[in-house]
């Protein structure tokens, strides 16, 4: 009796066993992985550098330095002295709260057009994917024409017809990038459908579209993190290259694919630091997205393991 | 096959017609006329414009017409910018230019890139595999606007071998720098698909079956892996052929190379709503199309696939 009433009491203040979730998995792999870590690192330093760096930039993003203007290329340098620690663009405006500026609009609309992606297509790939049959026909018929589509150009009709905004190039963004994610979900779904825990939901009379909802979608979840890590990097590509075009965010905004392209405009005046850093920002966050992307992929994607 | 071929063209049509449509639609509900300037033009000169370029009919008169006109005559209208020069003046300019150099790093990309993936994956965890890997990672964060004026700064500004821009009738010197700047990102994604899809070949059953059987390696490879590991390849194709057209844009306006691109751009800057739709139904035809001539050669060197 006392030996139960002992074996009952350990049980009680005993520690709870602690199982290991399909995420702590992960994470534990993702950490292991050393060029993903060093990403991960990359990414929250350049976000850093975004968020932290209007505040300690001696100049505003817009202001022209008029003592500059005129005399770029000796005056402008990267200096300490002047504050323009990564030197003055053509106009004399300070390169380093340009690319502060550049970082933010460019993350922005990575992170932006990859949830867009990941809301829309999810859904759309997972509706398509469960209900099946003639619906599923139709939805990914419909994927398949706007994918033959040569998309920047539809793009940058859009942002002349409507006007040049940021709201704007988020909608054409959006537009594009879901298409990849809903076919990922759909072929997905298609799996998870005939599973135990799906026939268990219907049989105990949940509606369908919550059985997307609740139990679809979460198991989803793994390689849409995935492909919306590697949809980021493309998002910003994208942006970058209508931006370099002349046709993305307006002055005195700017984003990393204008800054290269204003600093590839200068190259031949050996103001070889208007190119540098903003090529610097552009390329090390690609690799961090890229290597966390890829990591991510190992941690959570089964098929490759 | 014919049938597979005929079915895939009445999928192909349709998207033509929507695409065509589409572009018309987004066009006419832009704000403005085209003919409107800064400075304002007399209403009746305005009206006249119109008149002359048929902007005054009923939308579905005006779409009747356009899309007549480009399925039967291959007529894409006219110029809203430029009086004395239709679309097609402009497409016959630029287009031979984008068609060279594209169709040289087309071939660029495809031997390049798959030799290196099949010779990464056959020398496996070798130097050869991690220099391909290296590339292939490196190249991946240099998009084509990114490499041009990194091209240009090295082997223009420094080096001084090649020229940094102009076409001068299409000269072997004025190719080199669009054909790498446009073909390395597609170089770098063929050579990462080869590599993976050979390996995956190299250690299936029958490859082993061949070897035990005792042929020569390279015979093995050739003969037995190679057809196999290339389908990854053939079926990204279509993507390279977009993203290279796409591609285009940047390097005609970086390298001058006046191909279809650079008109587009100034249209775009200049609201040449004809040009641009030109462009963009054109291009949109042709992406179609290649992407059919990739479906059928799929169909046809792959025999799980039935049709």
């Known amino acids: 009796m006392l030996a139960t009433k002992a074996i009952a009491d350990d049980l009680a203040t005993a520690a709870p066993i602690k199982g290991r979730s399909l995420w702590a998995d992960a994470r534990a792999r993702f950490f292991r992985n050393r060029a993903a870590v060093a990403g991960l690192v990359v990414l929250v330093l350049v976000t850093a550098f975004a968020l932290i760096g209007p505040f300690i930039a001696p100049w505003n993003y817009e202001d022209i330095d008029w003592n500059v203007l005129g005399n770029v290329a000796e005056a402008g340098r990267p200096s300490l002295e002047t504050g323009h620690w990564f030197g003055t663009d053509a106009l004399g405006r300070d390169l380093f709260a340009r690319t502060v500026q550049g970082t933010q609009v460019s993350l922005m609309v990575g992170v932006v057009g990859a949830l867009i992606s990941v809301i829309v297509g999810t859904l759309y790939g997972a509706i398509a994917g469960y209900y099946g049959g003639r619906l599923d026909n139709i939805m990914m018929r419909i994927v398949d024409v706007l994918m033959s589509i040569p998309y920047m150009f539809v793009l940058i009709l859009l942002l002349v017809v409507f006007g040049r905004s940021m709201l704007m190039l988020f909608i054409g963004i959006g537009l594009i990038s879901w298409l990849d994610m809903a076919r990922i979900a759909r072929g997905q779904t298609l799996t998870l459908r005939g599973k135990e825990f799906v026939e268990a939901a219907v049989a105990t009379g949940v509606a369908p579209f919550r059985i997307i909802l609740r139990h679809i979608i979460p198991n989803l979840l793994g390689v849409v993190i995935v492909y919306a890590t590697l949809l980021v990097p493309s998002m910003i590509i994208y942006e970058s290259f209508i931006s370099f075009l002349g046709l993305g965010v307006q002055e005195p905004l700017t984003s990393w694919g204008a800054l290269i392209n204003d600093g590839a405009a200068e190259m031949n005046n050996g103001t070889l630091w208007m190119l540098l850093a903003p090529l610097f920002f552009f390329v090390v966050t690609l690799f961090g997205f890229f290597f966390v992307g890829d990591g991510l992929r190992d941690a959570l994607d089964p098929k490759d393991r | ?307």
Do not use: C
Request: proline share 6%; glycine share 10%; aromatic share 14%.
């Open chain 2, 1 to 307: 096959m014919i049938a597979f071929i005929i079915k895939r063209l009445l999928v192909a049509i349709p998207v033509l017609l929507i695409l065509i449509i589409g572009t018309f639609v987004l066009m006419y509900t832009a704000p403005g006329s085209p003919f409107a300037s800064e400075r304002g033009v007399p209403p009746a000169v305005l009206a006249n414009l119109e008149a002359q370029y048929g902007l005054d009919q009923p939308f579905f008169v005006q779409i009747w017409r356009y899309v007549v006109g480009i399925v039967t005559q291959f007529d894409f209208g006219p110029s809203f910018i430029y009086r004395d020069q239709d679309v097609n003046d402009l497409i016959g300019q630029g287009f031979p230019v984008t068609l060279t150099y594209g169709f040289w790093s087309f071939v660029v990309a495809v031997l390049v890139g798959g030799t290196l993936g099949i010779l990464a994956a056959v020398r496996h965890n070798t130097w050869l595999d991690y220099l391909a890997v290296g590339v292939s990672i490196g190249a991946q964060v240099l998009p084509n606007f990114v490499l041009a004026p990194i091209l240009v700064l090295v082997f223009t500004l420094w080096l001084g071998w090649l020229p940094g821009g102009g076409w001068q009738g299409g000269q072997w010197q004025f190719i080199i720098l669009p054909v790498i700047a446009l073909s390395t990102s597609f170089m770098a994604s063929i050579a990462r698909i080869s590599r993976a899809s050979m390996l995956e070949v190299l250690t299936s059953n029958f490859i082993r079956t061949a070897r035990a059987k005792g042929l020569p390696m390279r015979r093995v490879i050739f003969r037995h892996a190679l057809k196999p590991a290339l389908l990854p390849v053939i079926s990204y194709l279509g993507p390279a052929f977009v993203g290279m057209i796409t591609g285009s844009v940047v390097i005609d306006i970086y390298f001058s190379t006046g191909g279809i691109g650079q008109f587009f751009v100034a249209s775009a800057l200049n609201r040449d709503y004809g040009v641009m739709m030109g462009i963009t139904v054109l291009l949109g035809a042709l992406t179609i199309f290649f992407n059919l001539l990739v479906d059928i050669l799929y169909a046809w060197i792959d025999p799980k696939i039935r049709y």
